[in-house]
């Protein structure tokens, strides 16, 4: 049975997924979403526990051609290093502002103790779910995106782990230690690049193959398929294994990212996000990769996963069909999708959207966005996502009156290392919301929306205007520079008709 995934709410033909490419394949995903969030066979107070820990949400990510869904876990770490999973329903995740407001947090838990629920009782990373039913946030503990983001040194290491039954080892410790350099193809590089050099991995480094105490079917029991990796242990034995050759602490300096690179599959996936855990005395929520040999054979499929490592979900389309990898835009969707092509490590890691490098992490400077003052028609500039450094905006943030979402405005060109592939020069217009589990969807004129947003739709070009009537909001592409891209921002109750129509070219309008 697949791990329920979160993904299900309010989308109405959920299908199931392939990482790095849409697939026209439709399958029915059940709704457990809506099980969830009805009422529940009455329990005595008692049979409810509470739990105070930290929140970890890791992602799975189905090797490319596999038709499965994504998926996203809760894990709860006690103090005394305990761990349960959670099973979260949309519902009250939305209801305590989305991932982003649970991630590393500090919580009280009010679950159903496993077995006095309805039935629900799977095989999981750390022992049988635990249903939460209200949860309370404590003082202490919050998420990089509500520290402002992520910035500084952030070295991560990699510990190359061998299952005690399997003897290849598919990369040596020199192609591990490269992928980490500050040129050119290399992470160091490639972050650097991403957060207009917020952030670097200076001091990353690689760990040579170490074994495993156990065979592959120990800690996976299905390789391969399924979602039944015991995540918990493998992170437990292989930073043990790796222990002797690495002080996590690093002096002071602690390593902030473990990617465990492991000789053979995992389960369905590719997993990435945080963990909560003691190590050289260190406790601290890390963030955590586990490859299996396809991660580490595409750049990519690694930046994808580190960058759930830095708090990061994943972005959409327009079709609201429930595969989040759709959107060659940001490579936290179509991971491989429109990528530069590397000789050595595969398809590299693109730019992330607006939303993730803005209001996520916290890499556009406050000069760099646009924000309409007020009501009115405003010109701007917006130099595109890869470019080093711009004088002019980077991109526009437009609020949506009345509610928590709004759009962002950014421009890309087919420039740069990581770029310079995607489908065409455009300006691209995000609706976001955050509350939901995958909070930037790439705006698509086309009805209906294309599968896979590298269509004309996503790509707003000169003389394409993007409109929202009902919030008064439009965004016109008036003209192209070499950096990036001329655009009027019209916002509120203003003349857009006041003229009889005469100067509006309606044909970009939904
Ligand atoms: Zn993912």
């Not at 349960?84 to 103790?113: I, K, M, N, Q």
């Not at 759709?326 to 590397?342: E, I, K, L, Q, R």
């Not at 991109?395 to 979402?405: L, M, V």
């Not at 891209?485 to 309008?509: C, K, Q, Y």
């Amino acid at each position: 049975m697949q791990r329920r995934c979160l993904t299900l709410e309010a989308r109405p033909t959920p299908r199931r997924t392939a990482f790095g490419r849409a697939l026209p394949t439709l399958a029915v995903v059940a709704s457990f979403a809506a099980l969830i969030v009805a009422p529940s066979p009455a329990l005595a107070a008692d049979e409810f526990e509470k739990h105070v820990g930290r929140i970890n949400v890791v992602w799975g990510d189905p090797s490319p051609g596999s038709e499965l869904a994504p998926l996203q876990v809760f894990h709860l770490t006690e103090e005394t290093g305990r761990t349960f999973e959670l099973e979260v329903s949309a519902a009250l995740l939305r209801l305590h502002g989305g991932l982003a407001a649970w991630d590393g947090r500090l919580v009280e838990a009010t679950v159903v103790p496993a077995g006095a629920s309805e039935g629900v009782r799977r095989g999981t990373a750390d022992g049988a779910p635990l249903r939460v039913r209200s949860v309370v946030f404590l003082a202490d503990g919050t998420s990089d995106a509500a520290r402002g983001g992520v910035s500084g040194s952030q070295p991560w290491v990699s510990i190359l782990c061998k299952f005690q039954d399997i003897g290849s080892e598919p990369e040596n410790l020199a192609y591990f230690q490269n992928m980490y350099a500050n040129q050119p193809g290399g992470l160091d590089h490639y972050w650097r690049e991403l957060s207009y050099d917020t952030i670097d991995i200076v001091g990353s480094t690689a760990i040579d193959w170490v074994v495993l105490p156990n065979p592959q079917t120990f800690y996976v029991p299905t390789p391969g398929s399924g979602s039944n990796a015991n995540l918990g242990v493998l992170f437990n034995d292989c930073t043990a294994a790796a222990d002797p050759f690495i002080d996590y602490s690093n002096g002071g300096s602690a390593f902030q990212g473990i990617n465990m690179m492991f000789n053979g599959l995992l389960d369905c996936c590719a997993w990435g996000g945080s963990r909560f855990a003691t190590l050289d005395g260190l406790s601290k929520s890390w963030r955590v990769t586990w490859e299996p040999p396809w991660g580490y054979a595409d750049e990519g499929v690694i930046a994808h996963e580190m960058g759930h490592g830095f708090g990061l979900p994943h972005a959409t389309n327009w079709d609201n069909d429930g595969n989040p990898y759709d959107t060659p835009w940001d490579v936290m969707s179509a991971a491989t999708g429109y990528a530069v092509n590397d000789a050595t490590y595969g398809r590299l890691g693109k730019h992330v959207l607006a939303y993730h490098k803005n209001d996520r992490l916290g890499w556009i400077p406050g000069a760099e966005i646009f924000v309409p003052p007020g009501d009115g028609s405003f010109n701007i500039t917006l130099d595109h996502m890869a470019l080093a450094t711009t004088s002019n905006h980077r991109i526009a943030r437009i609020e949506i009156e009345g509610s928590n979402r709004f759009y962002t405005v950014e421009s890309r060109k087919r420039v740069g290392n990581y770029d310079g592939n995607v489908p065409d020069d455009a300006v691209i217009i995000c609706e976001v919301d955050p509350g939901r589990s995958e909070p930037a969807w790439t705006v698509d004129s086309d009805v209906p929306p294309a599968g896979y947003g590298d269509n004309e739709g996503t790509m707003w070009k000169v003389g394409e205007t993007f409109s929202d009537a009902a919030a008064s909001i439009s965004i016109a592409v008036t003209g192209e520079t070499t950096d990036g891209f001329e655009v009027t921002i019209t916002v509120g109750p203003v003349m857009i008709f006041g003229d009889g129509f005469e100067s509006g070219d309606l044909s970009g309008w939904s």
